[in-house]
T-cell receptor, first 116, second 116 residues
Framework: EADIYQTPRYLVIGTGKKITLECSQT?????MYWYQQDPGMELHLIHY???????EKGDLSSESTVSRIRTEHFPLTLESARPSHTSQYLC???????????????FGPGTRLTVT | GNSVTQMEGPVTLSEEAFLTINCTYT??????LFWYVQYPGEGLQLLLK?????DKGSNKGFEATYRKETTSFHLEKGSVQVSDSAVYFC???????????????FGKGTLLTVNP
């Protein structure tokens, strides 16, 4: 059902490398989100965007940055990866402002990042 | 601020057993309530929702009733299957307002394992 994609699905990379996690959706949704999911399964919102050229930091402080140049694309970048960045990263989107569809976020399959 | 407290897991059941996962919330105003499910190796997907007091959300044999008096939204299923093994998240969202809050507040997740 969901038309939201994340690449890569798995990434193992060395400390100090720059990485970009890709997230794209084909639903025309204006609102997009990045969550970090720890091994205990808890979700933490790290970035969100309510439209092109609009980005905000989430509830959990993160060293990552995001950009929103196109509606469908919301990449996340780590300038210098560290072992503490090892986690699962989930991208989500929603396009409904209210009514019956409100609150339904569509999630991508996630990127599992390991920094060695 | 908003918060969601859900039953800690893991929960292990035999096939055809009855399932309850407790969820209580704290919120200002009149939030909408959700249950999301995450199957192994996948992102989250919406399982069911309720947008006002006494509403019952249902899907795939799962049910949850929005109880304003007890600020609860417990998830139930009468007879679980092995295929129900997953992580379940309770979540809430304030209704969008002039401030346009489109964020979800998630509980910490409950891992359910169903054995044959």
């Amino acid at each position: 059902e969901a038309d939201i994609y994340q690449t890569p699905r798995y990434l193992v990379i060395g400390t100090g490398k720059k990485i970009t996690l890709e997230c794209s959706q084909t639903m025309g949704h204006d609102k997009m989100y990045w969550y970090q999911q720890d091994p205990g399964m808890e979700l933490h919102l790290i970035h969100y965007s309510y439209g092109v050229n609009s980005t905000e930091k989430g509830d959990l402080s993160s060293e990552s940055t995001v950009s929103r140049i196109r509606t469908e694309h919301f990449p996340l970048t780590l300038e210098s990866a560290r072992p503490s960045h090892t986690s699962q990263y989930l991208c989500a989107s929603t396009g409904i402002g209210g009514g019956a569809g409100f609150g339904k976020q569509y999630f991508g399959p996630g990127t599992r990042l390991t920094v060695t | 601020g908003n918060s969601v407290t859900q039953m800690e897991g893991p929960v292990t059941l035999s096939e055809e057993a009855f399932l309850t996962i407790n969820c209580t919330y704290t919120a200002t105003g009149y939030p909408s309530l959700f249950w999301y499910v995450q199957y192994p190796g996948e992102g989250l997907q919406l399982l069911l929702k309720a947008t006002k007091a006494d509403d019952k959300g249902s899907n795939k044999g799962f049910e949850a009733t929005y109880r304003k008096e007890t600020t609860s939204f417990h998830l139930e299923k009468g007879s679980v299957q092995v295929s129900d093994s997953a992580v379940y998240f309770c979540a809430l969202s304030d209704q969008p307002s002039g401030g346009s809050n489109y964020k979800l507040t998630f509980g910490k997740g409950t891992l359910l394992t169903v054995n044959p």
